[in-house]
T-cell receptor
Framework: DTGVSQDPRHKITKRGQNVTFRCDPI?????LYWYRQTLGQGPEFLTY????????KSRLLSDRFSAERPKGSFSTLEIQRTEQGDSAMYLC?????????????FGPGTRLTVT | EDQVTQSPEALRLQEGESSSLNCSYT??????LFWYRQDPGKGPEFLFT?????EEKEKERLKATLTKKESFLHITAPKPEDSATYLC??????????????WGAGTKLIIKP
C-alpha cells in the first residue's frame, strides 16, 4: 500500500485556463474527499464521494469546479476558467467505509498557482 | 454558527519543554473531534479521534484530551522532529452534512534544539 497519491504535485496556469487534477486513493478505501487549503488555514471541504457516487458538495463551491470518480477508483477535480483566487493547495483524502469520517488519509496535495 | 478555534497560532518551545495546544469548539452537537499533524508541503496526517468528554488518547509524546467545550493536545518533552502544524477538526451532528468536517486554522509548533 503506497498511500494516497496525487498528480501533478505542482501546476502553474494562466488565468482563464482549465486545469485537472488526479487523485488515487488507498485501494480498499471507498470514501474520497477533496479539500482546498490556503496558507495559514485549515483544509476547506470541497466534495465527497462514496464509491462512484458524489454524495456531498460544498454549498460555497463555484460551478467552475467539478469532480468525478468513475468506477469508484481514482478521482479527478477540474477547475474551469481559473481565477487568481483559485491559487491554493488541493488535497485529496480517503478513508474506510466502516471507519469514522474524521479518520482520513491525505495525499501530498497539488499546489496550484494561477498567474 | 458552528466554529472551531485553535490557540495559540504559533508556539515556540525549547527541546524538552512541555506545553499544550488548545482547540475550542462551539457546535450544535459533537459527533467526534480529530487531531492531525501537518508538515510543510505535505497533507495532514491523522493522529487521534475523541468522542466524549473525559476521553484521552496517547501516542508517544502526545496526549489528546476532550472536555465539553475544548480539546487539548499535550506534548511532553518535545523533540525538534515534533515541529509541525497541528490541526483539529470536528464532525457535527445536525450540521446538515454527514461528511463534512469543520477545521481549525492550526497551531504551528516549533521546537528548538
Amino acid at each position: 500500500d503506497t498511500g494516497v497519491s496525487q498528480d501533478p504535485r505542482h501546476k502553474i496556469t494562466k488565468r482563464g485556463q482549465n486545469v485537472t487534477f488526479r487523485c488515487d486513493p488507498i485501494s480498499e478505501h471507498n470514501r474520497l474527499y477533496w479539500y482546498r487549503q490556503t496558507l495559514g488555514q485549515g483544509p476547506e471541504f470541497l466534495t465527497y464521494f462514496q464509491n462512484e457516487a458524489q454524495l456531498e458538495k460544498s454549498r460555497l463551491l463555484s460551478d467552475r469546479f467539478s469532480a468525478e470518480r468513475p468506477k469508484g477508483s481514482f478521482s479527478t477535480l477540474e477547475i474551469q476558467r481559473t481565477e487568481q483566487g483559485d491559487s491554493a493547495m488541493y488535497l485529496c483524502a480517503s478513508s474506510e467505509g466502516a471507519g469514522p469520517i474524521g479518520e482520513q488519509y491525505f495525499g501530498p496535495g497539488t499546489r496550484l498557482t494561477v498567474t | 454558527e458552528d466554529q472551531v478555534t485553535q490557540s495559540p497560532e504559533a508556539l515556540r518551545l525549547q527541546e524538552g519543554e512541555s506545553s499544550s495546544l488548545n482547540c475550542s469548539y462551539t457546535v450544535s452537537g459533537l459527533r467526534g473531534l480529530f487531531w492531525y499533524r501537518q508538515d510543510p508541503g505535505k497533507g495532514p496526517e491523522f493522529l487521534f479521534t475523541l468522542y466524549s468528554a473525559g476521553e484521552e488518547k496517547e501516542k508517544e509524546r502526545l496526549k489528546a484530551t476532550l472536555t465539553k467545550k475544548e480539546s487539548f493536545l499535550h506534548i511532553t518533552a518535545p523533540k525538534p522532529e515534533d515541529s509541525a502544524t497541528y490541526l483539529c477538526a470536528v464532525q457535527v451532528s445536525g450540521f446538515g452534512s454527514n461528511y463534512q468536517l469543520i477545521w481549525g486554522a492550526g497551531t504551528k509548533l516549533i521546537i528548538k534544539p
